[in-house]
């Protein structure tokens, strides 16, 4: 296939992806298309795009294909804000509640970061330390399950990933982060290049490299932050979408790769989304579970491929 | 002396040959037995076990999906009553002199009285039991519902979570004089769509664990006509939990939502 076809065939399942979202599985109205169907299908774009940016983000910056922020545990600190702030009722229309899952997206983040640049050992660390956050979360969902019967229903939903839990102000607050969030990529773009194209050709060229890997990490951590908020914890998107863009798209520019990025995830949701309503209608069914499947399944095929070229972490 | 300590040493050893020592592994059976009559004889009760105010004198033993089976053993029970639950506790007890009955899960109310005369059957209480199922269906019978028809959707927990046909409370409604709008649905208790919910147009709509205000708050609940004609009720946890309930007690229940949806 040639360099646009590819892009146009993208967009046209795009199209009829999208068409085929606000309009299964019935024809309605006016007032629940603005009211429900169309902030459900805007929540899926933006939750889309920014997992997998958060994605394809932290394996450019530490050249690791495992990398994912539900690997290294970023998505985890999310859940366990969300299951704060469902705890202390703050709500879901307000800033603060955007707020404050970014800050504990970042913590854990930071978290990991501290933990991976602790030695050199830094694939194994990384994935250690989001081990340790992921079984933090699990055991804070499986206790509140046993304590707390008024939200564990909540809890469980939320952690495969739902969405039906938009709502306009929250894709506003959303869409101002995702804005500014993509200023600063364009502005460290070209270090992030060089990073990963060489770590010492970017440090002779005079790349402050600590610092840029940092700022990557933290915008990584924001791009989950407004995923995790929006939809709930959808595993493996981040890590089994670039893998597959890379792939695909070897031959482009980064800036048309991580657009493309984000497109690849938009319509994987979508397409796990329709899925769901076409088989399980009027059942709400996860969307985290159709991805831990495909992608648990992918994580294997990495790590045995890797082990078959005999590379080491 | 020593005569008379002997005597009642043989008293009290005939009282435990005759009396029957029960464990209930359900709140719901729990609350039959004790409307048999037989509370005094129960040992055992979950946490979750609420009803009648007596429960709370006696020894719990955790929850219905995970017991706590070192404190069954020392309750010694003869009889344990546990819901069909897929349960390792019954492999525990099978080799020790412990009668275990394991009863079916309730998909209507005409199973309620099959579980009650179950219950008294193993009690040897035929007679009260049947007393008890003849009593509950005349009380029925005797609120002369005049069935609306009235369709009728129910939140059980927040977010939608709602139940379908395999659920007793879908019966419960329809003898109520309602119908569930998820009656076709072959399922106890799922998440449901809340564009579904607007599509099927409930004429009425009970929630559980919300107030009505916050119920009221949702994005398009003005198109659906409970809204319109102000047939929103919210059911309290007290209400709740007979609701939940495959008990006796569903009969009061059955009396309200016989007034709030054929009103």
Request: proline share 3%.
């Amino acid at each position: 296939m040639s360099k646009n076809l590819k892009v146009i065939f993208i967009f046209f399942a795009f199209f009829v992806l999208s068409y085929y979202e606000l309009n299964l599985p019935y024809q309605c109205d006016r007032e629940i298309f603005y009211e429900l169907r169309f902030p459900r299908y805007i929540g899926i774009l933006i939750s889309g795009f920014s997992l997998s940016s958060a994605g394809i983000l932290l394996q450019y910056i530490t050249k690791n294909p495992l990398a994912d922020p539900f690997i290294i545990g970023t998505s985890g600190g999310v859940m366990i804000s969300i299951i704060l702030s469902r705890l202390f009722s703050v709500s879901s229309y307000s800033i603060i509640y955007l707020l404050m899952n970014s800050v504990f997206g970042l913590l854990s983040t930071l978290f990991a970061f501290k933990v991976s640049s602790a030695s050199g050992r830094v694939i194994s660390n990384i994935l250690l330390s989001g081990f340790a956050i992921n079984s933090i979360v699990f055991s804070l969902i499986v206790f509140f399950i046993i304590f707390s019967k008024e939200h564990s229903l909540y809890f469980l939903h939320i952690s495969f990933g739902s969405f039906s839990y938009t709502n306009y102000s929250i894709i506003i607050h959303s869409v101002i982060f995702v804005l500014i969030l993509l200023m600063i990529v364009n502005y460290i773009l070209k270090y992030i290049i060089t990073i990963s194209f060489d770590e010492e050709k970017a440090i002779v060229l005079g790349v402050d490299v600590k610092r840029i890997r940092l700022v990557v990490f933290i915008v990584s951590s924001f791009f989950t932050s407004i995923s995790v908020t929006l939809s709930g914890m959808i595993g493996f998107v981040g890590l089994m979408i670039p893998h597959i863009t890379r792939r695909l798209f070897y031959n482009y520019g980064f800036q048309a790769t991580f657009f493309l990025n984000g497109f690849l995830s938009i319509l994987f949701l979508l397409f796990s989304d329709i899925i769901s309503k076409v088989f399980f209608y009027p059942v709400e069914f996860p969307p985290g579970i159709f991805s831990a499947v495909v992608g648990s399944f992918f994580f294997i095929y990495l790590v045995l491929k890797r082990k078959r070229k005999n590379e080491s972490y | 002396m020593i005569r008379y300590i002997v005597f009642i040493f043989i008293f009290l050893w005939t009282d435990y040959l005759f009396s029957q020592r029960i464990v209930s592994l359900l709140p719901s059976y729990t609350e039959i037995i004790y409307e048999l009559g037989a509370g005094d004889k129960i040992v055992g009760v979950t946490n979750f076990c609420n009803y009648p105010e007596d429960v709370k004198n006696k020894q719990k033993v955790g929850d219905y999906l995970n017991p706590d089976i070192e404190i069954i053993y020392k309750l010694k029970p003869d009889i344990i009553f546990m819901g069909n639950w897929s349960n390792k506790i019954v492999d525990r007890f099978k080799n020790k002199n412990i009668k275990i009955v394991v009863l079916n899960n309730e998909r209507n109310v005409s199973d309620i009285y099959d579980t009650i005369k179950t219950i008294g059957k193993y009690l040897k209480m035929e007679k009260e039991s049947l007393k008890l199922v003849e009593k509950m269906k005349k009380e029925i019978k005797s609120l002369q519902i005049k069935k609306s028809y009235r369709k009728v959707y129910i939140e059980i927990d927040r977010d939608n979570w709602t139940c379908g046909s395999q659920s007793f409370i879908s019966d419960v409604i329809s003898i109520s004089g309602g119908v569930n709008i998820f009656n076709d649905i072959n399922k106890d208790y799922f998440r449901t769509n809340w564009e579904e919910v607007i599509r099927r147009n409930p004429d009425v709509v009970l929630i559980c664990g919300q107030e009505v205000d916050e119920f009221i708050k949702r994005p398009s609940v003005k198109q659906i006509a409970a809204t319109r004609y102000g047939r929103i009720y919210a059911i309290n946890q007290k209400e709740r939990d007979i609701f939940s309930r495959p008990s006796p007690r569903i009969v009061e229940m059955i009396k309200k939502l016989g007034k709030i949806i054929n009103e």
